[in-house]
Structure formats: structure tokens, C-alpha cells
T-cell receptor, first 111, second 117 residues
């Protein structure tokens, strides 16, 4: 069956450290993978998109990798800050119109 | 501020009733997607509209239907509400190319919280 899995347990890290979140998928062949941030009671906010032929993408303190052989994406936040505390969602894009989200990982950054 | 607005923000209905949720897209966006998000879960794709036509649908029954208007705003209609329909309903707009919304950044609205009693 098709599955997208993100760490179900919350990730707690100290301010200044690098947070690494994982997204694994099975039985999908996504053309694109996206990462979103969601704060409580609000809609997701787009962060980064990476294509299947790209290995890595960076934006400021954020870095995403995409390994289609391992069927895995890693999302890194360097020099993390308490304001980075939120739920982070990965999403696969298949067929151009269908976006399939994982359940998300909650990140807590302690000052 | 994303520019995508949804109304109402909260809604309480009883089982068997019908509901209409509304979404105003970001200016210039021609594609709207609707999602259902249960507590503690990721958004689940319901369907997508591109230039007033439905061009993709997730695993939701026909009692979930929608419309997109010429100004690209959109409605989600749910008939015969069930308790499990209680969720946050999100719409997302994007600038699609032949409806390939997922290839571009999606801008989400704040959602409508639906409670079915």
C-alpha cells in the first residue's frame, strides 16, 4: 500500500542546534516533494519544493534532500530558534494535481 | 499574509445536514484545491479545480462536491453530514499550468473548522 511516514514523535532540540526531520514514502513515484510549516489553528505555509532530479535544495537556514532510491527526504533547519517551533509537513506531488501529505512532525526548540 | 480567505471560520452542524464552505483565491491564481485535516493528521486531498473544471479527486465520496467560479473563488459542499466529517477544511490556491497545481507553491487559507454533532 502507499504510505508517507514522518516521525510521529515530537522532536525536541536546543536553540542553535540543527533539527533534522525525516519523510519516508513507499509505493509512490513523486515528481516533486514539498515541505510546509503549520502552526496551531492555521493553514500550512509553503517552505521548499524539490524535484525528483534534484538532490538538494537550500533556502536560508533550510535544506532539503531528496533520495528517490531510498524513497526519503530529509529536512534540516540549521541554527534553530524557538520561533521555528511548529509542525512540519512533507507532501508528495503525483500526477501534477494530487498532493499527498504526511501526518507531520512537531518540532520544539528550547531557548 | 497569503491572501487566501475562507468563510466561515467555524461551523457547527448536525448529522444529516448539508454545508457549504467558501474560499477566495489569491489574486491571479487559477487553481484551487480543497483538503480535509483531522486532528493530528496531515491534510487529505479532496479535489482540485482548474479554470472552473474539476481535474482531480481524492478518495472522498460523491457527497463531497465543489464549484469554482469565473473569478476563481470556490465552494465546497458536503451533503448528508456524518460525525467523521468533523475536521478543519483547507483550501489552497496556486497558479497552475493545465491544472498541475502541485508543481507550484500552494497558498493555504486559515481553514474552516467544521463540527458535526
Amino acid at each position: 500500500s502507499q504510505k508517507i511516514e514522518q516521525n510521529s514523535e515530537a522532536l525536541n532540540i536546543q536553540e542553535g542546534k540543527t533539527a533534522t526531520l525525516t519523510c519516508n514514502y513507499t509505493n509512490y513515484s513523486p515528481a516533486y516533494l514539498q515541505w510546509y510549516r503549520q502552526d496551531p489553528g492555521r493553514g500550512p505555509v509553503f517552505l521548499l519544493l524539490i524535484r525528483e532530479n534534484e538532490k538538494e535544495k537550500r533556502k536560508e537556514r533550510l535544506k532539503v534532500t531528496f533520495d528517490t532510491t531510498l524513497k526519503q527526504s530529509l529536512f534540516h533547519i540549521t541554527a534553530s530558534q524557538p520561533a521555528d517551533s511548529a509542525t512540519y509537513l512533507c507532501a508528495l506531488v503525483t500526477g501534477g494535481f494530487k498532493t499527498i501529505f504526511g501526518a507531520g512532525t512537531r518540532l520544539f526548540v528550547k531557548a | 499574509e497569503t491572501g487566501v480567505t475562507q468563510s466561515p471560520t467555524h461551523l457547527i452542524k448536525t448529522r444529516g445536514q448539508q454545508v457549504t464552505l467558501r474560499c477566495s483565491s489569491q489574486s491571479g491564481h487559477n487553481t484551487v484545491s480543497w483538503y480535509q485535516q483531522a486532528l493530528g493528521q496531515g491534510p487529505q486531498f479532496i479535489f482540485q479545480y482548474y479554470r472552473e473544471e474539476e481535474n482531480g479527486r481524492g478518495n472522498f465520496p460523491p457527497r463531497f462536491s465543489g464549484l469554482q467560479f469565473p473569478n476563481y473563488s470556490s465552494e465546497l459542499n458536503v451533503n448528508a453530514l456524518e460525525l467523521d466529517d468533523s475536521a478543519l477544511y483547507l483550501c489552497a490556491s496556486s497558479l497552475g499550468d493545465s491544472g498541475r497545481a502541485g508543481y507550484n507553491e500552494q497558498f493555504f487559507g486559515p481553514g474552516t473548522r467544521l463540527t458535526v454533532l
